[in-house]
């Protein structure tokens, strides 16, 4: 069940609403419709979107689809590790004008690898030695989305993945419109990215949500939410009725 999979992520999305005083109206969107659908029949009326973690192919073309709507049409996007790769994964195959680039999650014979496993893990054959677990420091750049959201440059987040961003793509990606906006200290992990040409569009490889609290919403979920509400879309389309099983996210 979609809600139970991700209460964190539902818990600190309310808590940021709480906080600004924002009606939330979530929609729940199985990621796997996505990929056999027109990704407009389901987030047309949306003000925001979120892609969370999660591990496994299943859906997961359906969340670099979700990624590009979110990209073309300017909607708010805030992915949460998975979700950063996604949207790697999506910009890149924009950018290269292929289907190719991808994960070696997914597809460990990618023509480009833009997001895989560090040269040392490689030859590692017990998976769990190869995860990342527990808070580690990010250094944040100035006048980027997230060092807006956070107000300081040194930040200490909850992770839990084994794949990374390619370094060997960031010159390439940097070069149209990613920025990487947060990285470890030694600048060699990058650890939050976004969109130069997008109103807000901001993905971290950490997992933000386990840091929300009622009384302290977590800064980049409030910066998410309060860029859902400010989202203009031309010409106003009725609303969609909510599925019970239908993550998306509708901020009034």
Not at 19 to 30: A, E, K, M, R, V
Not at 48 to 53: L, T
Not at 147 to 167: D, K, L, M, S
Request: aromatic share 8%; glycine share 8%; with cysteine.
């Amino acid at each position: 069940d979609l809600h139970d999979a991700y209460i964190s992520v539902r818990e600190a999305l309310q808590h940021a609403a709480l906080h600004l005083d924002s009606g939330l109206n979530l929609h729940w969107i199985d990621s796997e419709k996505l990929e056999s659908e027109d990704p407009d029949e389901s987030l047309r009326n949306l003000h925001g979107v979120v892609v969370p973690g999660g591990f496994g192919y299943r859906g997961i073309e359906g969340k670099i689809r979700a990624a590009r709507y979110a990209r073309e049409r300017k909607l708010p996007y805030l992915g949460l590790c998975l979700g950063m790769q996604v949207m790697v994964v999506e910009l890149a195959r924009h950018v290269l004008e292929s289907e190719e680039p991808n994960s070696t999650e997914f597809n460990v014979f990618t023509k480009y690898p833009v997001i895989d496993l560090l040269p040392e893990q490689r030859d590692l054959s017990d998976l769990g030695g190869t995860m990342r677990l527990g808070r580690y420091p990010s250094q944040l750049v100035p006048n980027s989305r997230a060092f807006e959201a956070y107000g300081q440059p040194i930040i200490y987040e909850r992770h839990r993945h084994r794949f990374e961003f390619n370094n060997d793509y960031r010159d390439l990606l940097t070069g149209h419109g990613l920025i990487i906006s947060g990285s470890s200290p030694d600048g060699r992990l990058v650890e939050v990215a976004e969109l130069a040409d997008h109103p807000w569009m901001v993905a971290t490889q950490f997992h933000p949500e386990f840091g929300s609290r009622p009384n302290r919403p977590h800064p980049l979920f409030a910066a998410f939410v309060k860029a859902c509400g400010q989202f203009l879309r031309e010409g106003d389309q009725p609303e969609l009725p909510l599925a019970s099983d239908d993550p998306g996210l509708s901020v009034r």
